[in-house]
């Protein structure tokens, strides 16, 4: 336990992560050891069934990386890993779609686990569970942004105003 306390990253409660398989290169993240799976911002969820390939059932949704922002949306197609009861903070329980995905921070590249459910109300696009963190990274609930600031300004739509 020790050497895996050692062999760790430290990484703040709130980080800046990317996802390089999504072509998302910067959304903010709560790093939440008290949630075991992660959990992404997404809407239009489509499942589409199998493509005839044989690879199993696919989602199809879209991905807004920047919050009170309608730039930079994604629109993302993956395998669908799972479907599991999940319970929000708010206690109440849902059936949400699971796909893998990498998720890179502090320069490394862990797989998560990441269910798909609207986080429109949520402080942040993307949760990042325990099941990921202990790929390597231990929380100091007293620190933020430790790996650093997206490196661009966020680009906000006009909301009516001139």
Do not use: C, Y
């Not at 790093?31 to 911002?41: F, I, K, Q």
């Not at 890993?81 to 903070?89: A, T």
């Not at 320069?107 to 998560?112: D, K, N, V, Y």
């Amino acid at each position: 336990m020790i050497d895996d306390l050692h062999s760790s990253t430290i990484a703040g409660w709130r980080e800046w992560v990317a996802l390089p398989g999504l072509g998302v290169p910067w959304i903010k993240a709560k790093l939440d050891t008290g949630a075991r799976s992660s959990a992404l911002h997404a809407f239009d969820i489509e499942e589409l069934g199998d493509d005839g390939t044989g690879g199993g059932d696919r989602v199809r949704f879209r991905v807004r990386p920047w919050q009170k922002a309608d730039t930079d949306v994604v629109e993302v197609e993956l395998p669908i890993h799972d479907r599991r009861l999940v319970r929000s903070s708010s206690g109440h329980s849902e059936e949400r779609i699971v796909v893998l995905l990498e998720v890179e921070l502090f320069g490394r590249t862990i797989t998560a686990e990441t269910s798909l459910s609207n986080r429109d109300q949520m402080g942040f696009r993307m949760l990042i569970g325990r099941e990921a963190l202990r790929q390597g990274f231990v929380v100091d609930p007293g620190q933020s942004f430790l790996g650093g600031r997206a490196p661009r300004v966020i680009r906000r739509r006009n909301r009516g105003r001139e």
